[in-house]
């Protein structure tokens, strides 16, 4: 059971944006860094946001992070038919003394 | 070139036990954070465990913790995940990691671990 919450689905057309909600609590996202990552099915995932905002290499700039409170978002623009993916949100759990993932969001691109 | 190749999965029972390797190459185990994240069939991410970079302090996740041990051999350059007593619950694609939030993130291609009678 994630203590992290996603909506299960988010879709939007070539070009459109969609943002992903993550929420949690005040011993996760509250008192820590929000980390986001991108699993296209099959394959193993990879990291889009570290702490909250940042975009490791290569990353493109469509993607954005953002945390405010309890509660963090993943914004994609400019959707392309290689968005369609899982997201999680991960972050720090100060209770439970490790990382908890989020329940994960699968993009479509319609 | 980087390179991290999981082994060590397979078909155990319930209360058995598995050890899980990770062979890392071209980066030194000394230098990043290592993990283990596990994926069940068709479900999602799930972190295990952590080991920092000088080996000094281990974390391992609610559900495993006194089951499963993370360890490492600076000279074969290899990370390990030591599981015991099994569960059915225990089934799934196990990732090492290396930089799970640095940036900098590996992944292995995961081994899988299947806990049946």
């Known amino acids: 059971q994630s203590v992290l919450t996603q909506p299960p689905s988010a879709s939007g057309t070539p070009g459109q944006g969609v943002t992903i909600s993550c929420s949690g609590s005040?011993?996760?996202?509250?008192?820590?860094?929000v980390y986001w990552y991108r699993q296209i099915p099959g394959t193993a995932p990879k990291l889009l946001i570290y702490?909250?905002?940042q975009r490791p290499s290569g990353v493109p700039d469509r993607f954005s992070g953002s945390k405010s409170g309890t509660s963090a978002s993943l914004a994609i623009s400019g959707l392309r038919s290689e968005d369609e993916a899982d997201y999680y949100c991960?972050?720090?759990?100060?209770?439970?003394?490790?990382?908890?993932f989020g329940t994960g969001t699968k993009v479509t691109v319609l | 070139e980087v390179g991290m190749v999981e082994s060590g999965g397979g078909l155990v029972q319930p209360g058995g036990s598995l050890r899980l390797s990770c062979a890392a190459s071209?980066?030194?185990?000394?230098?990043?954070?290592m993990h283990w994240v596990r994926q069940a069939p068709g479900k999602g991410l799930v972190w295990v465990a952590r080991?920092?970079?000088?080996?000094?302090?281990?974390d391992h996740a609610d559900s495993v913790r006194g089951r499963f041990t993370i360890s490492r051999d600076i000279a074969t350059s290899t990370l390990y995940l030591q599981m015991n007593s099994l569960r059915v619950e225990d089934t799934a694609v196990y990732y090492c990691?290396?930089?799970?939030?640095?940036?900098?993130?590996?992944w292995g291609q995961g081994t899988l671990v299947t806990v049946s009678s």
């Open positions: 990691v290396r930089d799970f939030v640095g940036g900098d993130d590996y």
């Open positions: 702490k909250n905002y």
């Open positions: 991960v972050g720090w759990d100060g209770s439970l003394g490790g990382y908890v």
């Open positions: 080991m920092n970079e000088d080996g000094s302090r281990t």
């Open positions: 071209g980066f030194t185990l000394r230098s990043y954070w």
């Open positions: 005040s011993s996760n996202i509250g008192n820590d860094n």
